[in-house]
């Protein structure tokens, strides 16, 4: 029976919030497992890892293939059984370094809590709060449970779980969905659901079990590649072992060694694992960087971006404000004590009221009546005094009517100017009387303009979409050497999403941009065609970061952002976004290099035995055979090729240029060993051993060829490859030819290798000849279409 735990409300240090929960109630409850743990952890458990690297369908056809082996007596074919069992291993280990990793970044990156326990305010991980804690939410702050405001105001956004954008004002006696974040305001609220009790853990549960995550591009294609595979095999391999037992009039036992090989040949045992474990590695140099990717599939995303949108403050500048100066517009007023007081009243939770605080000192200031904290909807703050006395602090456009004179040299300077204006309530915005304007200053960061320049040399456009003033915002973006600075807009002259959509295409900096429109711009860019990732690190930017194909923030950024961004700059430096694009390209470029390499196999083995089965011959090669192919032709230089640097830019679709990488020597195997196959049928002093032996070796004299041109432009590296698993083949075929069931060849045979082995590469560059020609044809056909 579960412990109920006093959840009386008049209980004293449960009513009163600036008492809070004692310690032994904190522990009642902790003990009562009433915490706030979430229900989806950031990373799979040890236990998931093993069990997806061991239980995958190609492993339970593997093991299905092994058992039949062993059952007909042919122990020497199971030389593929430890290959999958190492990559496995490799997997498993690869993935759980990758999980510890995360795990780490995510302890440094995980949402915290003001707490009130004893009657101190007490900052915690919000997994330790515990139900009836009252909890302190501030602007910036996602709500981490269910809760009732008990003290103050806040206005929070629920987008992020009821799709609407609108804000919605929270006061005392009403309640906090959990997934919230706050926009504007400060509150005490009691926690009345948490953990798996929460709206936001329900809403969890009920997403994975109605759908997965999206896969990225590189992972949708690999997964249909493995669909279509182990679907094909069942009739190819069913086909092919009646053929051998019933057509040929096989033994059983060779039945059997005939059908594994050529299953064993379709299958891509190591790409699926390549790719993890090369996206895994990934994940652990990126988290050395100090950088937090929450799905392995962002660095994929990442790499393919072409348009990167980037906020002003904490992207180009610094998040750090300073006053730079004020300026008096009437002369009967203490505008330095007015400031003061609205210091005083709305707090300092934002980098312009830090600045404030900071020029100002110890300003005499007085207490208001009511505010009105900033949000980026108003784009201002009031503090209401005795005698009507209302004081404005916002953007000039959106407090007055009319522009003035003063703003815009200011702006132009790249300051960012601020305006303060009388008027007598909070919804007389438009006849506020001007006071004085606030100039603040953001400093460029260091490495801003070198960062851009990388960009712009990579072929990724810059958009800067911001809230301040255009012309502020025009300015600081051409001095950090953002291309096309000074095509900015005034997004508050936008009418309608059509208006944004139209100018997403023609301006390079946007200014006056609300969440919604931020949002909207993202949308268009992408439907446009481009892969969009977008940098933020406010509240304001939370819609637009959810809408990115890839997300990032800041550190220091806002909770609510941080949690939602796919990843995560620890070190709050901009400048190395590079490092962090340079790592995805590298590892899908590698990926898609060596990918090529495991097909040409899946190819020969499909056709070959299709072919055998139409053409009413042996299937000629053993699965030791293939083994030695697949392992120095494909296994090792594929490890060696995924963890190469390469930073060039991803192009075109990963499964068509895989393909057109692989058929060339997939069709090469193919024409070489029917060549062979029909030359031993007709001189019959060859044997079928050697046969099958001649077959082996041109496969990996061919898969050696291919290996060959995938290397190319050679660096130092690839030749100590190439030069390795040459000796290394040399070694198998003499010295080790028994333990790849490979048999002794005659002086006949030989000259057949020979001639065949010679013919390798000459038949690999002109089916790449002809294939290209045929790709060519094929793209100019899509672009006339798409031009009609």
């Given at each position: 029976m579960p412990t109920i735990i006093n959840q009386n409300p008049n209980?004293?240090?449960?009513?009163?919030?600036?008492?809070?929960?004692?310690?032994?109630?904190?522990?009642?409850?902790?003990?009562?497992?009433?915490?706030?743990?979430?229900?989806?952890?950031?990373?799979?458990?040890?236990?998931?890892?093993i069990m997806g690297n061991l239980f995958t369908y190609f492993n339970l056809v593997f093991a299905a293939l092994s058992v039949v082996i062993?059952?007909?007596?042919?122990?020497?074919?199971?030389?593929?059984?430890?290959?999958?069992?190492?990559?496995?291993?490799?997997?498993?280990?690869?993935?759980?370094?990758?999980?510890?990793?995360?795990?780490?970044?995510?302890?440094?990156?995980?949402?915290?809590?003001?707490?009130?326990?004893?009657?101190?305010?007490?900052?915690?991980?919000?997994?330790?709060?515990?139900?009836?804690?009252?909890?302190?939410?501030?602007?910036?702050?996602?709500?981490?449970?269910?809760?009732?405001?008990?003290?103050?105001?806040?206005?929070?956004?629920?987008?992020?779980?009821?799709?609407?954008?609108?804000?919605?004002?929270?006061?005392?006696?009403?309640?906090?969905?959990?997934?919230?974040?706050?926009?504007?305001?400060?509150?005490?609220?009691?926690?009345?659901?948490?953990?798996?009790?929460?709206?936001?853990?329900?809403?969890?549960?009920?997403?994975?079990?109605?759908?997965?995550?999206?896969?990225?591009?590189?992972?949708?294609?690999?997964?249909?590649?493995?669909?279509?595979?182990?679907?094909?095999?069942?009739?190819?391999?069913?086909?092919?072992?009646?053929h051998q037992y019933a057509v040929l009039g096989e033994d059983l036992r060779q039945s059997v060694i005939t059908t594994v090989a050529a299953l064993v040949g379709m299958i891509p045992e190591g790409l699926y694992l390549l790719t993890s474990v090369a996206l895994a590695v990934s994940v652990i140099r990126l988290g050395k960087k100090k950088t937090l990717v929450r799905e392995l599939s962002r660095v994929e995303t990442l790499a393919r971006v072409d348009m990167l949108c980037v906020d002003k403050t904490g992207t180009i500048t610094e998040a750090e404000m300073l006053v730079e100066q004020i300026i008096p517009l009437v002369s009967d007023l203490d505008v330095s004590q007015i400031l003061a007081s609205h210091v005083l009243n709305l707090g300092t939770e934002n980098e312009t009221m830090k600045a404030l605080k900071k020029y100002l000192g110890e300003t005499p200031a007085k207490r208001a009546n009511a505010t009105l904290p900033f949000n980026s909807k108003n784009k201002f703050s009031a503090a209401l005094y005795d005698h009507g006395e209302c004081y404005l602090l916002g953007a000039p456009e959106f407090l007055l009517t009319e522009s003035l004179a003063e703003v815009e040299p200011l702006a132009g300077q790249g300051l960012r100017v601020l305006l303060l204006a009388r008027t007598d309530s909070f919804e007389s915005v438009g006849s506020a009387i001007p006071v004085a304007l606030v100039a603040l200053s953001n400093k460029i960061r260091r490495n801003a303009g070198e960062t851009f320049r990388y960009f712009a040399e990579q072929g990724v456009e810059i958009k800067v979409i911001s809230g301040d003033n255009p012309h502020t915002v025009s300015n600081i973006a051409a001095k950090a050497g953002i291309a096309n600075a000074d095509k900015f807009i005034d997004a508050a002259a936008l009418g309608d999403d059509q208006s944004v959509v139209e100018a997403a295409a023609e301006y390079t900096v946007f200014g006056r941009v609300t969440p919604e429109q931020k949002r909207t711009l993202i949308k268009a860019l992408k439907a446009a065609g481009h892969t969009v990732a977008m940098t933020g690190d406010g509240v304001n930017d939370l819609l637009a970061l959810k809408e990115a194909d890839c997300s990032i923030a800041m550190a220091s950024g806002s909770e609510v952002a941080t949690q939602a961004s796919d990843i995560v700059l620890l070190n709050n430096d901009f400048s190395s976004m590079p490092g962090v694009v340079d790592e995805g390209r590298r590892v899908i470029n590698n990926i898609q290099r060596s990918a090529s390499l495991f097909l040409v196999k899946n190819i020969f083995s499909f056709v070959f035995a299709i072919l055998s089965i139409a053409a009413g011959f042996a299937y000629p090669v053993s699965p030791a055979q293939l083994s030695l192919v697949s392992t120095m032709t494909i296994g090792i230089p594929s490890f060696i090729l995924a963890l190469e640097p390469n930073s060039a830019r991803i192009k075109g679709h990963f499964l068509r240029g895989v393909l057109f990488r692989a058929l060339p020597g997939g069709l090469a195997d193919v024409f070489l060993v029917f060549g062979v196959t029909l030359f031993t049928l007709t001189f019959s002093e060859i044997s079928f051993e050697q046969s099958g032996t001649i077959c082996a070796i041109l496969l990996a004299v061919t898969g050696f060829a291919v290996m060959w041109r995938v290397c190319r432009p050679f660096t130092l590296l690839r030749q100590a490859l190439c030069a390795g698993v040459a000796v290394l083949l040399v070694l198998c075929v003499t010295l080790f030819r028994e333990i790849f069931a490979l048999s002794s060849l005659g002086l006949p045979s030989v000259l057949i290798v020979s001639v065949f082995a010679l013919l390798s590469y000459p038949m690999i560059a002109a089916i790449s000849r002809i294939l290209d020609k045929i790709y060519k044809i094929y793209e100019k056909g899509i672009y006339i279409g798409f031009h009609k």
């Amino acid at each position: 029976m579960p412990t109920i735990i006093n959840q009386n409300p008049n209980e004293k240090n449960i009513a009163f919030p600036t008492r809070g929960l004692t310690a032994a109630q904190v522990y009642e409850r902790t003990d009562a497992g009433l915490c706030n743990i979430p229900v989806d952890a950031p990373t799979k458990s040890v236990a998931q890892i093993i069990m997806g690297n061991l239980f995958t369908y190609f492993n339970l056809v593997f093991a299905a293939l092994s058992v039949v082996i062993i059952l007909v007596g042919a122990w020497r074919e199971l030389l593929f059984l430890p290959v999958v069992l190492i990559n496995a291993a490799i997997g498993i280990v690869q993935e759980i370094r990758a999980k510890h990793t995360l795990d780490k970044l995510n302890l440094l990156n995980s949402p915290k809590a003001l707490v009130i326990r004893d009657g101190t305010e007490q900052e915690i991980e919000a997994v330790e709060l515990v139900l009836d804690d009252c909890v302190i939410f501030k602007s910036g702050q996602q709500i981490c449970a269910d809760a009732i405001v008990l003290e103050g105001e806040i206005q929070v956004n629920e987008s992020l779980i009821t799709g609407e954008p609108d804000e919605v004002l929270k006061a005392p006696g009403m309640s906090l969905l959990s997934g919230s974040y706050v926009v504007a305001g400060k509150c005490i609220a009691r926690l009345e659901k948490v953990g798996a009790d929460s709206f936001v853990s329900k809403l969890t549960l009920e997403a994975k079990a109605s759908k997965k995550l999206p896969k990225s591009e590189m992972m949708k294609s690999l997964s249909r590649l493995v669909l279509a595979i182990g679907i094909l095999i069942i009739p190819v391999g069913a086909g092919l072992f009646y053929h051998q037992y019933a057509v040929l009039g096989e033994d059983l036992r060779q039945s059997v060694i005939t059908t594994v090989a050529a299953l064993v040949g379709m299958i891509p045992e190591g790409l699926y694992l390549l790719t993890s474990v090369a996206l895994a590695v990934s994940v652990i140099r990126l988290g050395k960087k100090k950088t937090l990717v929450r799905e392995l599939s962002r660095v994929e995303t990442l790499a393919r971006v072409d348009m990167l949108c980037v906020d002003k403050t904490g992207t180009i500048t610094e998040a750090e404000m300073l006053v730079e100066q004020i300026i008096p517009l009437v002369s009967d007023l203490d505008v330095s004590q007015i400031l003061a007081s609205h210091v005083l009243n709305l707090g300092t939770e934002n980098e312009t009221m830090k600045a404030l605080k900071k020029y100002l000192g110890e300003t005499p200031a007085k207490r208001a009546n009511a505010t009105l904290p900033f949000n980026s909807k108003n784009k201002f703050s009031a503090a209401l005094y005795d005698h009507g006395e209302c004081y404005l602090l916002g953007a000039p456009e959106f407090l007055l009517t009319e522009s003035l004179a003063e703003v815009e040299p200011l702006a132009g300077q790249g300051l960012r100017v601020l305006l303060l204006a009388r008027t007598d309530s909070f919804e007389s915005v438009g006849s506020a009387i001007p006071v004085a304007l606030v100039a603040l200053s953001n400093k460029i960061r260091r490495n801003a303009g070198e960062t851009f320049r990388y960009f712009a040399e990579q072929g990724v456009e810059i958009k800067v979409i911001s809230g301040d003033n255009p012309h502020t915002v025009s300015n600081i973006a051409a001095k950090a050497g953002i291309a096309n600075a000074d095509k900015f807009i005034d997004a508050a002259a936008l009418g309608d999403d059509q208006s944004v959509v139209e100018a997403a295409a023609e301006y390079t900096v946007f200014g006056r941009v609300t969440p919604e429109q931020k949002r909207t711009l993202i949308k268009a860019l992408k439907a446009a065609g481009h892969t969009v990732a977008m940098t933020g690190d406010g509240v304001n930017d939370l819609l637009a970061l959810k809408e990115a194909d890839c997300s990032i923030a800041m550190a220091s950024g806002s909770e609510v952002a941080t949690q939602a961004s796919d990843i995560v700059l620890l070190n709050n430096d901009f400048s190395s976004m590079p490092g962090v694009v340079d790592e995805g390209r590298r590892v899908i470029n590698n990926i898609q290099r060596s990918a090529s390499l495991f097909l040409v196999k899946n190819i020969f083995s499909f056709v070959f035995a299709i072919l055998s089965i139409a053409a009413g011959f042996a299937y000629p090669v053993s699965p030791a055979q293939l083994s030695l192919v697949s392992t120095m032709t494909i296994g090792i230089p594929s490890f060696i090729l995924a963890l190469e640097p390469n930073s060039a830019r991803i192009k075109g679709h990963f499964l068509r240029g895989v393909l057109f990488r692989a058929l060339p020597g997939g069709l090469a195997d193919v024409f070489l060993v029917f060549g062979v196959t029909l030359f031993t049928l007709t001189f019959s002093e060859i044997s079928f051993e050697q046969s099958g032996t001649i077959c082996a070796i041109l496969l990996a004299v061919t898969g050696f060829a291919v290996m060959w041109r995938v290397c190319r432009p050679f660096t130092l590296l690839r030749q100590a490859l190439c030069a390795g698993v040459a000796v290394l083949l040399v070694l198998c075929v003499t010295l080790f030819r028994e333990i790849f069931a490979l048999s002794s060849l005659g002086l006949p045979s030989v000259l057949i290798v020979s001639v065949f082995a010679l013919l390798s590469y000459p038949m690999i560059a002109a089916i790449s000849r002809i294939l290209d020609k045929i790709y060519k044809i094929y793209e100019k056909g899509i672009y006339i279409g798409f031009h009609k």
